[in-house]
């Protein structure tokens, strides 16, 4: 890899083990009454050592059955979780996308919100005011619904919210955005402006690493897959390639892919 | 310690998203009615009326004692700070879990974010206070006044270290918002709000009990000290009558300077308990 520029996302040796309780004390009585019958620990490896560099303006899509891994290496490049060893390298700033507008609080205006949003991204206020308007047009392009913005989000329609969340997130202008099953949002025409979105994403050298069991989606977005499976990567290469193999590989993949979610 | 000041680095980067959800917290706590900040501070009030009553017309005590109603207020705000803010955290990082879940942020900043949004509308309560001792109760403003920054400097830290203990306990346990809920209601008795604490370390069955120690152990709670300090310093000394005779203890220095030592090392201690636990917030596989 010498000579070529510095990648976005670095993943080195990635580890992910999770330590899980069997018989988990749910309530401070529960934890008090069971210092005597310490609870049994399994320890599950997610990421069984990952090496992964993606190049800045690649789109690199993350396929594998449930269970494979692949939120839990989304959640280690946002940063969300503590590698168990290994090391994740990021360069430059990482935006994710919500799912639903978590972070949205129902009692303020939609106004109020974009600011609190686009500071839970990692912009400042004035950042967010210059981008203001751009945000509310691009979510509510119609005239009734650019005209809630002042009211309490509580009034809002989820899929309002979801377009608010999207619009906002890709406003924020970062050098890497992160999707895990969310781009299939609204109705056809607000997918439509999504994938706009993505395609312009490109087209300025952005870096997308998303997640998905949409396999049209996939071929139609990404320039690059990373099959994992059972926490290591199984095949990483072309679309076209890696897709192909993922659909005809036999057993429980087929179902996930049948089953998304 | 050295990691302790990194992660603090790490919070002043993060400033911006910690003033948005303090700003969120100040305007949704003021929001849900058109008087705002009056109707916010109306359920103290009402509680130091209530009390005032009861008190006046059932004990002698009460009844002898001219400013008894600035007692209860003063100790009546630094509790409901106490209470409302612990409360207020203990959900906060719940609250944020479907955000947390999918974007980094030094998890201490929302709990600290509902510790100080508390101490602002804290801050704004003693305005209410100032004003009943000066224009109503026409009270003289004590040079013991100065010692009273130090005092809610002392609460904040003591607050936060509450807020960032019960906050992170919260999000593994979820009976912790009971078990507080519960104690509250028994602080309103057992902490010297409704009463002096004089009259509890001169209570000849405190006195007597566990030979003496029982007085001394009541006033190694933080928050009595507290109190009782918030009134020395800015309310007269009642009458001897009112304690039967006996002078109150005058206002103690010494007692302020090792509440907020006491505080400080509580506010250290507490966010080195948060920070052992705030990775295992959002695992889960």
Sequence with gaps: MSGSPKPSIRLAGLRKTFVLQHRHAGSLKAAMLSIFRPPRLERREVLRGIDLEILPGETVAVVGRNGSGKSTLLSLVARVYKPTSGEVTVNGTVAPLLELGAGFHPDLTGVENVELYGAILGLGRREIQAQFDSIVRFAFDRPDLAEKIDTPLRNYSDGMKMRLGFSIAVHTDPAILLVDEVLAVGDEAFQHKCLDKIAEFQERGKTILFVSHDMVMVRRVAHRVVWLQDGVVLRDGPTADVVDAYMVEPGPSAVAVASPG | ?285
């Design chain 2, 1 to 285: 310690m050295r990691h302790l000041t990194a992660e603090l680095a790490e919070v002043w980067r993060f400033r911006a998203l910690f003033l948005q959800l303090v700003r969120r917290d100040l305007k949704v706590r003021y929001k849900n009615s058109k008087l705002g900040f009056v109707w916010s501070i109306a359920p103290p009030l009402m509680q130091v009326a209530c009390i005032t009553f009861a008190f006046k017309n059932a004990t002698t005590f009460a009844a002898n004692f001219d400013s008894y109603s600035a007692y209860v207020l003063a100790a009546m705000i630094p509790w409901t700070y106490f209470q409302t803010a612990v409360l207020d955290s203990s959900q906060s990082i719940l609250m944020m879990y479907g955000v947390i879940r999918k974007v980094y942020m030094p998890r201490e900043i929302i709990p600290l974010a509902t510790s100080v949004s508390n101490f602002i509308h804290f801050a704004m309560s003693w305005l209410v206070f100032f004003a009943y001792l000066v224009f109503y109760l026409r009270a003289p403003l004590l040079p013991t006044l100065i010692w009273f920054p130090v005092l809610v400097l002392a609460q904040f830290f003591l607050v936060t270290a509450a807020s960032l203990v019960v906050s992170c306990l919260n999000v593994f346990y979820e009976d912790v918002k009971y078990i507080v809920t519960v104690l509250f209601n028994l602080g309103l008795f057992v902490l010297p709000i409704m009463y002096l604490p004089e009259q509890v370390l001169h209570s000849p069955t405190m006195r007597s009990l566990w030979g003496g120690w029982a007085a001394r152990i009541y006033m190694w709670n933080p928050l009595a000290v507290l109190i009782s300090g918030y009134r020395k310093c800015m309310l007269e000394a009642p009458h001897p009558s009112v304690l039967g005779g006996n002078a109150a203890a005058p206002f103690d220095p010494g007692s302020v300077l090792a509440i907020l030592g006491v505080s400080f090392v509580a506010l250290v201690l507490s966010y080195v308990f948060f920070n052992a636990r705030k990775w295992r917030f959002v695992e889960r596989p």
